[in-house]
């Protein structure tokens, strides 16, 4: 019978296990109510360990909320092919995984707390800037004017909220939410578009390209439907 030897890791590859616990904990409760005691155990390692690697909790919060923001923000690259409708739906369906996957750490951190400070907030913004230079590049539009700059930013804000409050109960099924938010982006596009021609030139490029049974033109459908009498 032989006998498994544990192998001792090294400073970066255990910086990282810690953070993959830290995250996995995170995921299910708030960081302010999981213990270094907590991690400490999970990691298979005592607390001074913990504290060898990190100087505290914050720090250790800090280093996963990099890796969870890196990871959030991958989650908006998407291909640009295909109509932006398509495109759109499937950033937020990869959004949504991650909210849904990241539950209570998500909610704590958008909702700010104890643990929430000016690295955090960096981070945080980063993840936001990384979305609207992904969707002006989905828009193919590098200088936007000052309108749709407001457009995409509040829809990110949006997309926020709305994954905050379907985390407290899930009354509307996801995958309704996804086709809605990208139907709002829609929407908002629109309203701003009937002030600026610059705005209304840019839509018609966009949905001239958009298919029958794309989240856009579903949602004129069904706006026509609801101004008919």
Known sequence: MTTGVRRRM?????????IGV????????????VSIDEIAAA???????????????????????KRASEDLAGRFVEPHEGPLGARLLRVMG?????????????SALMRGGPAVGSTTNALIDSVRQAAYEQILAH????????RLELIVR???????STALIWLDGRRIPRAELEVQLVQDFAALAAVAAARD?????LLRRIFTTEPADN??????????TLASP
């Open 10 to 18: 090294g400073v970066e590859e255990r910086r990282q296990q810690l």
């Open 215 to 224: 989240p856009f033109t579903d949602l004129a459908g069904r706006l026509i």
């Open 197 to 201: 021609e610059e705005l209304t030139a």
């Open 43 to 65: 990691a298979g390692i005592s607390r001074p360990l913990v504290y060898h690697y990190f100087p505290g909790k914050l720090s250790l919060y800090e280093a996963a909320l």
């Open 22 to 33: 830290a995250l996995e904990l995170f995921s299910r409760r708030s960081p302010d109510d």
């Open 139 to 146: 828009l193919q539009v590098q200088d936007p004017p000052a």
């Open 94 to 106: 990869r959004f949504f995984d991650f909210v849904d996957e990241h539950g209570p750490g998500f």
């Open 154 to 160: 509040s829809w990110i804000s949006l997309a926020e």
